[in-house]
DNA sequence: GTTGACATATTACAGCTGACCGGTAAAAGC
DNA sequence: GCTTTTACCGGTCAGCTGTAATATGTCAAC
């Protein structure tokens, strides 16, 4: 057997050079020679471990997408047991915005995997299939929340679904500094309350 | 006097072959030359035009930003005087959402703009500011709407305008096509009728 | 018709890019 | 000790980039 090095960490240590790059000078800025520059590599190196380019994008953007589910189990965890699910919401959002250094990076990464989406067959339906997949969570607690009476049944599960998504649009606003992170948390409450009720 | 050329017209014909490529292509792949060949011209005359790249995407950007704020005023022009500030949210939220074509380019490039901005210290303060206008819009009209009645006010109307704008939050879920425009809609019309109440 | 001002086109250049490849080092099995 | 396998390095290549310099075209005024 040959010098052995574990495949999975280098990839993830080149794909965490690479969110750095990322976010401190754009995806446009993240090649091969830069990533492997960040990481203290050859980029000889980064290529072993990646083709192409592109894999090594993708890779680093769906470890991105895993990292924030990580976050999301994290915060849920710390839940009670059935928790809320105006809780379990506001995990999952809080964990999506940009609010703290580990999710402005992963929400970068998650808007440039958005963008790159747009225009690239591969990464469309990774992309695609990812967001599906996470709608499909929340369509899920909101239709449990309310069979379980957390919430009046003139609501649709689909339209609340999609709004609460929608709050993921706050990013922007935060990222240029237009509202500060806890007028986002505020929207965010403010959101979830008038959904559940003020008063529960 | 020379041959004389509309500048305006010339960098705006520009501007939209940008958005083409941008829209088919990706802003990555919106360099001098692809530019040029997308609107007909050698990459010199386009050189005439804009001194460099950047010129170039700012005004093309900016010019992105004008034309929805025009097909905003066209679709306001069409509401009763005074408009009811529900209709007047909708047709701003509308016409920032990806809903039509005309609306799905300038969309494209409003968030090609954020992600720049990110690293950018020109571009984020332009995009910044230019955000930061729209907002102030959209509050006084939340502001006003409380004034006339049509909003209780126990409404907060920082929160209440960040609210609506993090609607735009519904983007990506269209442009990768997980929700249909229709439901965009319907989420959108959803949050104004609970906002204003459901019977007016 | 010459001049001047501007529009447009051509060409050149230095820099960076992704991809590729040959070579080398190290570690493990035989 | 030899071979095999993996890890990594550094160089090279063609291609594209932005930008600058330069040349040509075009039209109006004089």
Redesign the interface.
């Known amino acids: 057997m040959p010098k052995q090095v574990d495949h999975r960490e280098r990839r993830e240590t080149i794909a965490r050079a690479l969110w750095r790059v990322v976010e401190?000078?754009?995806?446009?800025q993240a090649s091969v020679r830069e990533v492997a520059q960040e990481a203290g590599l050859s980029h000889g190196a980064v290529q072993h471990y990646f083709a192409t380019r592109e894999e090594m994008v993708v890779f680093a953007m769906d470890f991105a997408s895993a990292q924030t589910s990580l976050r999301v189990a994290e915060g849920v965890s710390g839940l009670g047991d059935p928790p809320h699910p105006r809780d379990l919401l506001r995990v999952m959002l809080v964990e999506m915005l940009p609010l703290r250094p580990d999710a402005r990076t992963t929400s970068?990464m998650s808007?440039?995997y958005?963008?790159?989406?747009?225009?690239?067959a591969n990464i469309?339906t990774r992309?695609?299939d990812g967001?599906?997949h996470g709608?499909d969570l929340v369509e899920r607690i909101v239709r449990q929340a309310v069979t379980d009476g957390h919430l009046s049944p003139d609501h649709?599960p689909?339209?609340?679904t999609?709004?609460l998504?929608?709050?993921?649009?706050?990013?922007?606003?935060v990222?240029?500094?237009?509202?500060e992170p806890q007028?986002?948390l505020?929207?965010v409450d403010?959101?979830l309350n008038?959904l559940f009720g003020k008063g529960t």
Do not use: M, S, W, Y
Not at 24 to 28: L, P
Not at 114 to 120: F, G, K, Y
Not at 175 to 179: F, N, T
């Open positions: 401190e000078r754009g995806i446009a970068r808007a440039a958005v963008l790159e989406a747009l225009h690239d469309r992309a695609r967001l599906a709608r649709d689909a339209t609340e999609n709004l998504l929608a709050l993921t649009g706050l990013t922007p606003l990222e240029l500094g237009v509202i007028e986002a505020t929207a403010q959101h008038r």
